[in-house]
């Protein structure tokens, strides 16, 4: 399958691009965590996201230093491009936590999309809470342009998701995605469809869509990243 790699900020970039795709599925940064405007700006990806005792050293990355307000605005402007782009019936599935699902579902639904549900992500390993529940969990939510497509054959896609993130070698990104996750998601999209992430990372979403018969179009604006993910994507 084809596969187009954007280098640039997906703001940018959105409103350049005009072969309609057939589902967006985009994991971008959360924007969460800090309760102060000083706390936030303090805080780069890293702190926010990865542990203590980790001994990678992955890049950081930008753009994760907004206010809830700031972030539903900013989003909300992204997902409308994508909504331009997809084909009527087509899908959006974007992945938030706990603290920014209500921004984030807000911001779907401000950029045209008819909202459809959320589909909890269970995470087996994950980070314990002092003297509460543990978050193991984070939401993709999903919305489409209009009455979602008839797939032929009709198709029956899981509602809770399981997987962890990769580790040691296989750990490509701070806040990389599991590929096995992001096959189940890919399937959205009908056999040999259009994906598109403009937030593409370290590219798992590509790598997913391409082992499962679709075609990619990927954005990102990191140049560490954009390296990984093309090196990911020619390998695929």
């Given at each position: 399958?084809?596969?187009?790699?954007?280098?640039?900020?997906?703001?940018?970039?959105?409103?350049?691009?005009?072969?309609?795709?057939?589902?967006?599925?985009?994991?971008?940064?959360?924007?969460?965590?800090?309760?102060?405007?000083?706390?936030?700006?303090?805080?780069?990806?890293?702190?926010?996201?990865?542990?203590?005792?980790?001994?990678?050293?992955?890049?950081?990355?930008?753009?994760?230093?907004?206010?809830?307000?700031?972030?539903?605005?900013?989003?909300?402007?992204?997902?409308?491009?994508?909504?331009?782009?997809?084909?009527?019936?087509?899908?959006?599935?974007?992945?938030?936590?706990?603290?920014?699902?209500?921004?984030?579902?807000?911001?779907?639904?401000?950029?045209?999309?008819?909202?459809?549900?959320?589909?909890?992500?269970?995470?087996?390993?994950?980070?314990?809470?002092?003297n509460g529940f543990?978050?193991?969990?984070?939401?993709?939510?999903w919305g489409s342009?209009?009455?979602?497509?008839?797939?032929?054959?009709?198709?029956?896609?899981?509602?809770?998701?399981?997987?962890?993130?990769?580790?040691?070698?296989?750990?490509?990104?701070?806040?990389?995605?599991?590929?096995?996750?992001?096959?189940?998601?890919?399937?959205?999209?009908?056999?040999?469809?259009?994906?598109?992430?403009?937030?593409?990372?370290?590219?798992?979403?590509?790598?997913?869509?391409l082992a499962e018969?679709?075609?990619?179009?990927?954005?990102?604006?990191?140049?560490?990243?954009?390296?990984?993910?093309?090196?990911?994507?020619?390998?695929?």
């Amino acid at each position: 399958m084809d596969w187009t790699l954007h280098h640039g900020d997906a703001l940018t970039v959105l409103p350049t691009l005009t072969t309609p795709v057939d589902a967006v599925i985009t994991d971008p940064p959360y924007n969460s965590g800090g309760r102060t405007a000083t706390e936030r700006r303090a805080q780069g990806a890293r702190d926010k996201y990865v542990g203590a005792n980790a001994t990678h050293m992955l890049p950081d990355f930008d753009g994760d230093t907004r206010d809830q307000r700031g972030y539903t605005y900013w989003l909300a402007q992204l997902l409308a491009e994508c909504h331009r782009l997809t084909r009527p019936g087509g899908s959006c599935l974007v992945f938030t936590d706990w603290a920014q699902l209500p921004a984030t579902s807000d911001a779907l639904q401000a950029a045209g999309w008819t909202w459809r549900g959320i589909i909890p992500w269970h995470k087996p390993i994950s980070r314990p809470v002092k003297n509460g529940f543990r978050r193991e969990c984070e939401y993709v939510l999903w919305g489409s342009r209009g009455e979602p497509i008839r797939h032929t054959p009709t198709i029956y896609l899981p509602g809770h998701l399981t997987g962890s993130q990769p580790r040691g070698k296989e750990r490509r990104h701070i806040t990389q995605k599991p590929v096995e996750v992001m096959q189940q998601l890919v399937r959205i999209a009908p056999p040999g469809g259009t994906v598109l992430d403009p937030f593409t990372g370290s590219g798992t979403t590509g790598v997913a869509a391409l082992a499962e018969g679709r075609a990619f179009v990927g954005i990102e604006q990191s140049h560490e990243y954009e390296q990984v993910a093309r090196a990911r994507l020619l390998n695929s």
